[in-house]
């Protein structure tokens, strides 16, 4: 798992690198959400961006990601993949992040992130990612 915020302090939003095996990675070769990299226990590295971080206060719906009050755009989850298999979800409900814990998300309904399977652990994280160029 990579991990970035946008700017700055990479526990606070910045982009990290891929975690090491990690719960849904199973899962997510078998669906062939990630490919086989044998670096990385069995599964490709991903980047997410960070949304959530210890201390922080975290609601999970199925229409949105709410964090310390703020609902996250464009963060509602489904029910299927695009395959018409079912995808798990985490736990709908109201969330303290732990000290070694973070979430992720993307702006997409189904990218394999915290919506699915929870909060990830610090000891995920393999590398941080840097924006090297960024567009507003």
């Not at 946008?6 to 606070?12: C, I, V």
């Amino acid at each position: 798992m990579a991990v970035p915020r946008q700017h700055g302090d990479p526990h606070s939003g910045g982009v990290g690198g891929g975690p090491r095996e990690y719960r849904g990675g199973g899962l997510g070769r078998a669906r062939g959400y990630l490919r086989p990299d044998p670096c990385v226990g069995g599964a490709q590295a991903v980047i997410k961006p960070v949304v959530a971080l210890p201390g922080d206060v975290v609601e999970l719906g199925p229409e949105a990601v709410i964090v310390n009050g703020q609902r996250l755009p464009a963060s509602s989850s489904v029910d299927i993949d695009g395959l018409g298999l079912p995808l798990p979800h985490a736990v709908w409900a109201r969330h303290v992040v732990t000290a070694d814990e973070f979430l992720a998300r993307e702006h997409v309904p189904n990218s394999w992130d915290s919506r699915y399977l929870g909060p990830f652990s610090w000891s995920q994280v393999r590398a941080v990612a840097w924006p090297v160029w960024t567009v507003n």
